[in-house]
Every structure is written in structure tokens, then in C-alpha cells.
């Protein structure tokens, strides 16, 4: 491995804990600008060793309350946390499902706690990449725990499973009959189940079917996803539900199941920075290059049709170079 | 042109005016099943020339029943209309934001009124390519206009200018401090202006608004968006509705700026079935290819990181064969 000093500067930087260098990279990330890759390469190697959690939920479940908290747990523990907030716009829209977002109180005052939200700008597939190189960042910087926010639009965000290492579908008990319809989806998401509010009525009732859920079937490696019953007005369960979530870690490496995972991805990562580097490149060359401005016409000419014309530009890459 | 006798059977049937048939290759489309190109293919030629009119505009501003009522104005006028209802599910979730959708009234007893929705199915921008190509499929069954209802999220659907030849923007009264966040969003993609609900207070208002704002900047071509002011109960400003979009219509064809949005629209259609296609044949490859497993184990082991890899992999495609 090559020493700090053969590091470029902003990585250098970030090593060095240099919080606004590591402000600047995820942005840099984020938009996809030509700094980031330099950076994200020189820091790869020294990252993929710490938990990266993503929380999940329908919005008004108190997933952010639910982070604050498990924050402040962590800290006891004297673990740093870094904290990505992914903002699910919509790529139809390219506008964002929350507007404000609460910001999570301890970064303000913390050195050992830094967040950061996260936009997808209108490309899909993209947000889960950049969120991977944002989290890598972070432990770079040297954060021990990555949580990851993400918002289904009113279910559970699917998507997190190439991000996180550990995924915690946060649910309130009276969510019961979404929880039916979400069954299957929850199933491969879900590696512990939080209900949340769990002083609300219905929540022994809400705990009780998930764990017979979680009872009918049983996922890759053998875990089972535990059920943790948590509030946070007055807090509790929040131990419980940390303990979950390391329980977990501790299984992925116990079992190699870590290595697997991680290795499905990374495969995801890179289909996802291909797809968006072959979109970004066929747009200009269906403008610029004769030969694709010439299939274009034919397309726009109707004589040959869109089908057509993408196979033709496909196969290269799908059936290698 | 080849004549319906050298067609495959499920493409005369279409042309024939088969609506089980149609339905049939709709879903064929949307899955993107191996049956679907070769009908698409077959057709494609005999596409291009009906108006393809997006509605879109957030949740709860009425555009199902504005559509009821278009769809009405367009059999009094004796022309047959497809209805295609884009689905919003994100791509976090997989799932609908509507739900229930309703389904449009007349479909069901009037042979001249087609339905159909359209679900992402998890891809993104697929759902662009797959609803352009059930627009094309409903045209080559004989339908006069194409009207395609999407939903942002909240907000006004941006892909709709890859689908649709014209969009209308539908908003409410009370949405006129979204309206301003809006601004820049709505001029890229009004080429009317709808302002529902119009026997709201502040309907006045925001009509004013929305001229001031057309009145700010001219689109290519030196089209100006009407703002059409229209209720639905009790039915008004339809038939004025119909005459703005009627009239950009005639515009496109008067400036040949029909051929110049179709042109960016195909482009946009290749782009996104390419990414599409790349996508589906590398995460295979990356699976099975010794080449690219290789690859793989070594991003997984740390010795070259995923952008490095996406890089590789993208080259073939993003310089040409």
C-alpha cells in the first residue's frame, strides 16, 4: 500500500481528518466531478472494514429521531458515526420527497459525528454509487459507523441492500396491513426489524406478526432477523436495537457471508457507474460522431426502429470488447 | 413498405385493430419479453405522426377526471384516443405512489377509447422507452391521440418531454408558492398550461402568475405556453384545452420543430434501452465471464477500485467499436 505521502493532497487530507476536504470530496462524488475519481481511488484500499447501517422506512415512521438517538448510543460506545442522508427524488421529478430534512443535531456539535445528505439528480442508479463512495469517505476520514437514511415514498427502499451492510426496516405499528403487502419485499431487505413507537396500540400485535414473518422463512447464511421494539419519546429499545445491528456484523463475519455480500455490491456499483458512463458518452456521440448521428437519422427517418439501433450500440459491451 | 401480409401474425392483428392483441404486446413491451422487438420492429415504420399529449402536474390536481373529460371532447370531435397512465413507483421501492389508480371511465364500454398503465418494474428510465413504445403500439392499432398521464411525485413529471409531442401542465390555485419553486422546471416542459379547479378562490391569481411567467422567456421555435383556466366540476375550459394543445400541435408542424424534438426524444430512447441492455449483459457477465469475474475479485480484494473498473468496462461503448 502506498504511505499518506504519495496520496493526493485532498486525500491526504481526508486521512488527516480534515472535515471540509471531506465535505468537498462527497460533493465531488455526488456530481460525479473529475476530482472525485483520483481521490476515491487513492482511498479505496483502506476501506470495506466498517459497518455500513442503512435505515429505512416509510416516511413518519421517526427514522431521524430513531438516528439521533442510536447517535448518542454509539457515542457512548466511543464510536464515531458518519451520517448519509439519501434523498429519494424522484427521477421523474428530479426534485425532492422531503423538502427540508431534519438535520441530525450532534453533527453540529460533535467532532465525532459528521452527516451529509445525498441527492440522486434526476439519474437513478447513480445515488446508490455515489452513496457507497460517500460512506468509503467517511471511514477513510475515520469514522467507525456509517448509518445510511433512506426513505421509501411511502414503503421501504429496496435499494438499500447495495449500499448497507446491515439494513434496519423501520415499521410503527399501525403500518400492520403494509406490512402485509410488503411481505416478500421486506423479506430481502430486512436484516432486523425496528417497530418503532412501540407504545402506540397495536405494537405487541405489530411485533408478533413480524416475528411470524420472520418465522417462515430464513434467509441467505441462516440469519433471522430479529424484531426490536423501540420509542423514542422517552427513548427505549435503543441499546437493544445497537445490539441487533452487531449482532448481525458479527454474523456476516463469523459465516463469510460479509465477503459475498460485498462482492454483489460491487458488482452493482460498477453496473451502475457503467450504465451511467455509456449514457453520458452515447448522448454525445449520437450528436457529434457521423457514424451515430447518421443511425440516428435512419431512426428518426423510420427505417430502422429504436430497438435496432440500441442492440447494435450494446453489443460491445455485452459481449466484450 | 412491406405489406400486413409479410407482418408477423401479432402485428397484423394490432394493425387490424385486435385489442387483445395490442394489450399482448403492451405488456410484451413493458417486460421487455423477447416477443416485443419483433413486433416494435415491424411497426415502427408506420409510427410517428399522431400527437402524443403528456398531462402531468402533482398528485390531487385532477388530472384523471381532466382526462375523462379530454377524452369526451375528443370522441365528440370523432377521434379515437389511447390513454396510457405512467406509473410513478420509484426505483428505492419498486412500488406504486397512486395505488389504486383510477381507471378511466369510457375504456370500458367505447371501442374507441383505449386504457393502460404503465409500472417502471424498478428500472427507471426504461419506463420512458417502454411507455414511447406503447404509445407507438396503440397508434398502429389505429388510435388518433396518444394521451400519456404521469405523475411526479409531489410535483410535475420531467420525463415527460422524452414522451410526449405536447405536455400539459395541470396545476391548482393553491399550488402557487410551488409554482415559483417550480419556475424553471415548468418553462422546460409546458407547452400548456392548465390551471384546474379554476372556480377556486386565487384562480385569477394564478392564472396571472403563470402568464408572467410564459411572458418571462421564449421556448425554441418561439412557442409562448397558453394558460388555460378549466374546471371539472361542473365541466369548463375543455374544449379551450383541446384548442391549445391542437394549436401547439399545428405549430410543431408549421416550424419543423416536430422532427427536431423527435430527433432528441429517439436519441433520449436509444440512450436509455442501451443503458438498459449494457446493464442487464454486464451484471450477467460479471457473473459468469472469467474476464470480468476477475475484474471483479479484484475490486473485491482491494486492488483496483470500482470507478477504475466502470472505466474499463464502459471504454468499448463510450469510444465506439
Not at 421517526?62 to 439519501?86: F, H, M, Y
Not at 405499528?173 to 421486506?186: C, I, M, R, S, Y
Request: with cysteine; charged share 25%; glycine share 10%.
Amino acid at each position: 500500500m502506498t504511505g499518506p505521502a504519495r496520496l493526493p493532497a485532498s486525500a491526504r487530507a481526508i486521512l488527516e481528518g480534515d472535515r471540509r476536504a471531506l465535505a468537498r470530496a462527497i460533493s465531488e462524488a455526488e456530481d460525479d466531478r473529475p476530482g472525485a475519481a483520483a481521490v476515491a481511488r487513492a482511498l479505496y484500499a483502506r476501506t470495506g472494514k466498517v459497518p455500513i447501517v442503512g435505515i429505512t422506512g416509510p416516511l413518519g415512521v421517526g427514522k431521524s429521531s430513531l438516528i439521533n438517538l442510536l447517535v448518542n448510543r454509539l457515542r457512548e460506545l466511543d464510536r464515531t458515526v458518519g451520517i448519509i442522508a439519501v434523498d429519494p427524488s424522484s427521477p421523474y421529478t428530479g426534485g425532492s420527497v422531503l423538502g427540508d430534512r431534519i438535520r441530525f443535531e450532534r453533527s453540529a456539535t460533535d467532532a465525532g459525528v459528521f452527516f451529509r445528505s445525498m441527492a440522486s439528480r434526476g439519474e437513478a442508479g447513480g445515488v446508490a454509487a455515489a452513496t457507497r463512495e460517500a460512506a468509503r469517505l467517511m471511514e477513510a476520514a475515520g469514522f467507525d459507523v456509517i448509518l445510511v437514511e433512506t426513505v421509501g415514498s411511502g414503503q421501504v427502499d429496496v435499494a438499500i441492500r447495495n449500499i448497507a451492510t446491515s439494513s434496519v426496516v423501520v415499521l410503527v405499528p399501525h403500518l400492520g396491513d403494509e406490512v402485509q403487502t410488503l411481505k416478500a419485499g421486506l423479506f430481502e431487505i430486512a436484516d432486523v426489524f425496528c417497530v418503532n413507537k412501540a407504545d402506540l396500540p397495536g405494537a405487541d400485535l405489530a411485533r408478533r406478526d413480524l416475528r411470524e414473518l420472520v418465522g417462515l422463512g430464513a434467509r441467505a447464511g441462516g440469519w433471522s432477523a430479529p424484531v426490536v421494539a423501540t420509542s423514542t419519546q422517552p427513548p427505549s429499545g435503543i441499546e437493544e436495537l445497537w445490539n441487533a445491528v452487531d449482532a448481525h456484523e458479527q454474523f456476516l463475519d463469523k459465516t463469510g457471508q460479509r465477503e459475498v455480500d460485498e462482492r454483489r455490491r460491487l458488482s452493482v456499483e460498477i453496473v451502475e457507474r457503467v450504465r451511467g458512463e455509456v449514457g453520458r458518452a452515447l448522448s454525445q456521440r449520437l450528436e457529434h460522431d457521423p457514424e451515430l448521428k447518421g443511425l440516428l437519422d435512419r431512426v428518426v427517418a423510420r427505417s430502422i426502429d429504436p430497438r435496432t439501433a440500441a442492440d447494435r450500440l450494446a453489443r460491445p459491451v455485452a459481449r466484450g470488447r
